[in-house]
């Protein structure tokens, strides 16, 4: 009988191969598509874009740009690239080979830092003007990198009002209190070269400014030098307290203004609803130069403030601005759950009515069951928490989840979700009631993590506050993995929390949020707790769980 079997498939073999030889084939079978793009990048010297802006570049996806900030430090005509992560097994082009210092030295793939590609790499590159490069997989896909040069020009001048730089001309005009000599100027610094620069003759020992001074000036990187000309003029119409514009946040304020070289303004504020002003501590306002920023704090929320600047007894003009509102988190008890019939066992939603919070189950049920389920392990012994395991799922790890978001669809054993939900506040601190169990990492995924197997499981709980256009799209599938990025320039401020000790009882702990911008308002939150760390790499430990509860926004 099984004689007859094999006899019969052969059979099919043989007719199927003279099919094949009768006939022109013709491979008309599409190549995957497989988007590539730049995760993240670092060149020397990079910065900020201003003082209070983040230093990780603006990477969009979708109009395929990377923007960074460089210091006056650097040459951008020949400057490092420390990094350049790219989606894997991306082939790396740059299309012109004459902005390269040595073309045939240029990483041909992402290269996670300098120590990851050899010695002899040169990852030098001209980004005088924007760069070009080519990701290649099935498909191209072409970036362009522009580099942004900073240029620090200082300038602190005892009794200065202003000042207007014109780099075209190369000169300065300075505006000074009338009182104030210009035979006999203090000049604390001039640094018109930027903060890497030079400046000849030395400005700060001249005192003689009442006629146009010239000076030569060269950036760190420059050869030769170039004149320019300073001009320092009587300010006639320079009022002792000045223009000001305040950030408001939830419970602090920011008030930036501008303000005659040398003085101290003392800045007051009060509720609209009250008479008496309160100072704000010295050691909460900063003075540089000819502009100050002053930091309440304490404030109450969706409160507006009356505020004023005092200048050597000159008060200035009364504004006003309104706190935000302390926006509780929704379902943080985590007692809201409702559930239906799956595929495979029972999906497990943790809503009741309108959806916040979201699990990868809608993904894990279409083989198996829910693995973020409800349980009645509390913190407090009443209603609700949230318990995410690690389980393995027919072929691949997963790992226990909930996050502020949705899930938006499977895509064949990976997940497409939607991170983020709308908000606009500004807590403090996310409070959080956890408790853990690590298992042993026994399962590693399609991703270079064996070093990982053995080892301990952690769990991670993060909070991001980002002012994305549109809620960040998440997709596990390995070949054109996205995912969440904490140095996203859009992130605003986060906090996170990651562990691989084993509670024996519920745990509480504050994490506290960094901002790291403090002029910007959020537009969304996005919330995340995972069984396994690295469970979007289906790397993971079988039977980690991590129970969560009671999760609160605090503002203070």
Same mark, same amino acid.
């Given at each position: 009988?099984?004689?007859?079997?094999?006899?019969?498939?052969?059979?099919?073999?043989?007719?199927?191969?003279?099919?094949?030889?009768?006939?022109?084939?013709?491979?008309?079978?599409?190549?995957?598509?497989?988007?590539?793009?730049?995760?993240?990048?670092?060149?020397?010297?990079?910065?900020?874009?201003?003082?209070?802006?983040?230093?990780?570049?603006?990477?969009?996806?979708?109009?395929?740009?990377?923007? $960074?900030?460089?210091?006056?430090?650097?040459?951008?005509?020949?400057?490092?690239?420390?990094?350049?992560?790219?989606?894997?097994?991306?082939?790396?082009?740059? /299309?012109?080979?004459?902005?390269?210092? /040595?073309?045939?030295?240029?990483?041909?793939?992402?290269?996670?830092?300098? /120590?990851?590609?050899?010695?002899?790499?040169?990852?030098?590159?001209?980004?005088?003007?924007?760069?070009?490069?080519?990701?290649?997989?099935?498909?191209?896909?072409?970036?362009?990198?522009?580099?942004?040069?900073?240029?620090?020009?200082?300038?602190?001048?005892?009794?200065?009002?202003?000042?207007?730089?014109?780099?075209?001309?190369?000169?300065?005009?300075?505006?000074?209190?009338?009182?104030?000599?210009?035979?006999?100027?203090?000049?604390?610094?001039?640094? $018109?070269?930027?903060?890497?620069?030079?400046?000849?003759?030395?400005?700060?020992?001249?005192?003689?400014?009442?006629?146009?001074?010239?000076?030569?000036?060269?950036?760190?990187?420059?050869?030769?030098?170039?004149?320019?000309?300073?001009?320092?003029?009587?300010?006639?119409?320079?009022?002792?307290?000045?223009?000001?514009?305040?950030?408001?946040?939830?419970?602090?304020?920011?008030?930036?203004?501008?303000?005659?070289?040398?003085? +101290?303004?003392?800045?007051?504020?009060?509720?609209?609803?009250?008479?008496?002003?309160?100072?704000?501590?010295?050691?909460?306002?900063?003075?540089?130069?000819?502009?100050?920023?002053?930091?309440?704090?304490?404030?109450?929320?969706?409160?507006?403030?009356?505020?004023?600047?005092?200048?050597?007894?000159?008060?200035?003009?009364?504004?006003?601005? +309104?706190?935000?509102?302390?926006?509780? $988190?929704?379902?943080?008890?985590?007692?809201?759950?409702?559930?239906?019939?799956?595929?495979?066992? +029972? $999906?497990?939603?943790?809503?009741?009515?309108?959806?916040?919070?979201?699990?990868?189950?809608?993904?894990?049920?279409?083989?198996?069951?829910?693995?973020?389920?409800?349980?009645?392990?509390?913190?407090?012994?009443?209603?609700?928490?949230?318990?995410?395991?690690?389980?393995?799922?027919?072929?691949?790890?997963?790992?226990?989840?909930?996050?502020?978001?949705?899930?938006?669809?499977? /895509?064949?054993?990976?997940?497409?979700?939607?991170?983020?939900?709308?908000?606009?506040?500004?807590?403090?601190?996310?409070?959080?009631?956890?408790?853990?169990?690590?298992?042993?990492?026994?399962?590693?995924?399609?991703?270079?993590?064996?070093?990982?197997?053995?080892?301990?499981?952690?769990?991670?709980?993060?909070?991001?506050?980002?002012?994305?256009?549109?809620?960040?799209?998440?997709?596990?599938?390995?070949?054109?993995?996205?995912?969440?990025?904490?140095?996203?320039?859009?992130?605003?401020?986060?906090?996170?929390?990651?562990?691989?000790?084993?509670?024996?009882?519920?745990?509480?702990?504050?994490?506290?949020?960094?901002?790291?911008?403090?002029?910007?308002?959020?537009?969304?939150?996005?919330?995340?707790?995972?069984?396994?760390?690295?469970?979007?790499?289906?790397?993971?430990?079988?039977?980690?769980?991590?129970?969560?509860?009671?999760?609160?926004?605090?503002?203070?």
């Amino acid at each position: 009988m099984i004689q007859q079997h094999l006899t019969r498939i052969l059979g099919m073999l043989a007719l199927t191969a003279g099919i094949l030889t009768s006939c022109a084939i013709e491979n008309d079978i599409p190549y995957p598509i497989i988007e590539a793009s730049i995760e993240s990048m670092t060149v020397e010297g990079q910065r900020g874009a201003d003082q209070n802006t983040f230093t990780a570049a603006t990477i969009n996806k979708s109009a395929r740009t990377v923007t $960074l900030y460089v210091n006056d430090g650097v040459d951008i005509s020949r400057l490092q690239i420390l990094s350049l992560k790219t989606t894997a097994g991306a082939e790396l082009v740059v /299309d012109d080979p004459n902005v390269c210092e /040595d073309y045939s030295k240029f990483p041909t793939s992402g290269f996670a830092s300098l /120590d990851s590609i050899p010695l002899s790499s040169n990852t030098h590159v001209d980004f005088s003007q924007p760069v070009t490069f080519t990701l290649r997989t099935y498909q191209d896909y072409q970036w362009k990198v522009t580099v942004n040069q900073i240029i620090q020009r200082d300038i602190e001048i005892d009794g200065m009002t202003d000042y207007v730089i014109d780099t075209n001309t190369r000169s300065v005009i300075i505006y000074v209190d009338p009182e104030t000599d210009r035979t006999n100027l203090n000049v604390k610094k001039l640094n $018109l070269g930027g903060e890497y620069g030079r400046v000849s003759p030395d400005p700060t020992l001249q005192k003689d400014y009442s006629k146009p001074s010239t000076f030569n000036v060269s950036c760190s990187w420059e050869e030769y030098s170039y004149e320019w000309t300073v001009y320092v003029y009587p300010d006639s119409g320079e009022s002792s307290s000045s223009s000001t514009e305040a950030f408001a946040m939830t419970t602090r304020a920011t008030v930036n203004g501008k303000i005659q070289s040398g003085k +101290t303004p003392v800045v007051e504020y009060r509720k609209e609803s009250e008479t008496s002003w309160i100072t704000v501590p010295s050691a909460n306002v900063n003075v540089s130069s000819n502009t100050f920023s002053a930091t309440l704090t304490g404030l109450s929320a969706s409160t507006t403030y009356k505020y004023r600047i005092n200048v050597d007894g000159s008060i200035g003009s009364e504004q006003s601005f +309104t706190t935000a509102t302390a926006t509780p $988190l929704e379902n943080g008890s985590f007692d809201e759950w409702s559930s239906e019939a799956a595929a495979n066992g +029972t $999906l497990w939603q943790p809503w009741s009515t309108s959806s916040f919070w979201d699990t990868g189950n809608r993904g894990a049920t279409t083989i198996a069951d829910s693995n973020s389920v409800p349980t009645s392990e509390t913190c407090n012994g009443s209603g609700k928490a949230a318990s995410l395991e690690t389980k393995w799922v027919v072929m691949k790890l997963a790992s226990g989840n909930i996050f502020t978001g949705s899930y938006v669809r499977t /895509d064949g054993t990976n997940g497409v979700l939607s991170f983020g939900r709308e908000f606009k506040s500004f807590p403090s601190k996310l409070r959080i009631n956890y408790k853990y169990t690590s298992a042993t990492i026994d399962k590693i995924g399609e991703d270079a993590l064996e070093y990982l197997k053995g080892r301990p499981d952690s769990c991670h709980i993060y909070i991001a506050l980002a002012d994305w256009n549109q809620p960040l799209e998440i997709r596990t599938r390995p070949s054109e993995r996205q995912l969440f990025d904490k140095n996203d320039s859009h992130v605003i401020a986060y906090a996170e929390y990651i562990s691989g000790n084993s509670d024996s009882q519920y745990q509480q702990k504050d994490l506290v949020l960094n901002y790291r911008y403090t002029n910007r308002t959020p537009k969304y939150i996005l919330i995340v707790a995972s069984a396994s760390k690295y469970g979007d790499y289906f790397t993971g430990g079988v039977g980690s769980k991590l129970l969560v509860d009671n999760f609160e926004l605090i503002y203070d």
